[in-house]
């Protein structure tokens, strides 16, 4: 853990230097916001793409399940209010669940009167503390969290690790946890407000879970601990990773040099050469878009017959700085 302390403050140092450096700073700022509350909803079960949320960011229509539509407003704004709240403060905390769970549940902002169990299936993997203990609990953790002399990294990972255990609300418990480790992190190092730490917790999802399970069953957060720390390290070295040459697969070059203007799927996989839907969907298409090389020209409807595809204004300079796409140069 003091190891990967260590890489992590090395890294936020570098991190550091190169947003001073960079003039593209609050654009890869928005889109690290993007990723981080995509990453944080998906890990609970919305569906919604970077592109839907991007575009109710923007205030335009996105057709999706009206459930999820609230739940990704709420992020954005529980997201935007950050500079308001204390990571130490009840009122703060529950400021934060109303916000992130307005309109979704009867008794937001409000811890639950009821007792609750984490489930796999039809199966009690964890129950949570009796409801009148609660208060008490929560009252305790946050008193830990003003007082421990503890390295803020491993201060954020206990208390995150001890409010999934606790489950203090009826719902929203995990991205709330989510968003409370960001915040005390973000007291630390202001540069946390913008690292996408959830998008690498949700491609380890599994991982994640496991390790709560774990930390459970031994009365020790040390597996959870481990897990979050090498997820936040992950997000610090994709983060320093230089903009100008982003690392991306032999595939989504191949795309990226084959497309001209806006074009639909089926003309890109012609022009690649392609005859598997889902291979192309997963290998070339899904990456890129990921990766914030090419967008959709109907973001708000991503299965429109009429979808089509093209590069970002910012990627052109593809086209003059890779000259052997096709064969895997650079």
């Known amino acids: 853990m003091l190891s990967l302390v260590a890489e992590i403050s090395e890294e936020l140092g570098r991190l550091s230097v190169l947003q001073e450096q960079s003039e593209n700073t609050l654009r890869l700022r928005r889109i690290n916001r993007i990723r981080t509350i995509q990453g944080s909803l998906a890990i609970e079960g919305n569906t919604l793409s ?7 960011l923007e205030g335009k229509p996105v057709i999706a399940p009206p459930r999820e539509v609230q739940e990704a407003k709420n992020a954005l704004d529980a997201y935007e209010q950050f500079g308001r709240w204390r990571s130490t403060r009840e009122k703060d905390l529950l400021s934060a669940h109303k916000t992130l769970m307005l309109g979704l549940v009867d008794d937001a ?3 639950r009167q009821k007792g609750v169990g984490v489930m796999k299936g039809r199966q009690v993997v964890h129950m949570a503390p ?3 203990r609660v208060a008490k609990l929560m009252a305790d953790l946050l008193s830990w969290l003003k007082t421990s002399d503890e390295h803020p990294l491993i201060v954020s990972c206990v208390f995150h690790y001890e409010f999934e255990f606790i489950h203090p609300f009826s719902d929203g418990n995990g991205r709330m946890g989510r968003l409370w480790q960001t915040l005390v992190l973000s007291e630390w190092n202001p540069l946390f407000k913008y690292l996408p730490v959830e998008s690498m ?3 380890n999802q599994a991982d994640y879970y496991s390790a709560i399970n774990q930390s459970t069953e031994k009365s020790d957060s040390a597996p959870f601990i481990q897990f979050m720390l090498e997820r936040i390290l992950d997000s610090c070295i994709a983060n320093t990773a230089p903009q100008e040459t982003p690392q991306v697969t032999h ?11 806006e074009m639909s799927r089926a003309a890109l996989q ?3 050469g392609l005859k598997d839907r889902k291979s192309f969907r997963e290998r070339y298409l899904k990456p890129a878009l990921e990766q914030g090389l090419i967008e959709m020209t109907i973001p ?3 299965n429109s017959s009429l979808q089509k595809y093209r590069l970002k204004a910012d990627c ?3 086209r003059k700085v890779n000259t052997d796409l096709v064969n895997g140069e650079q």
């Open 270 to 272: 012609t022009a690649l």
């Open 109 to 111: 902002g409000q811890y």
């Open 316 to 318: 052109i300079y593809w």
């Open 300 to 302: 708000e409807k991503p």
């Open 50 to 56: 970077e592109e839907q949320i991007t575009a109710i």
């Open 130 to 132: 009796q409801a009148d």
């Open 201 to 203: 917790v949700y491609a």
């Open 251 to 261: 595939q989504v070059k191949q795309l990226l040099a084959v497309i001209k203007g």
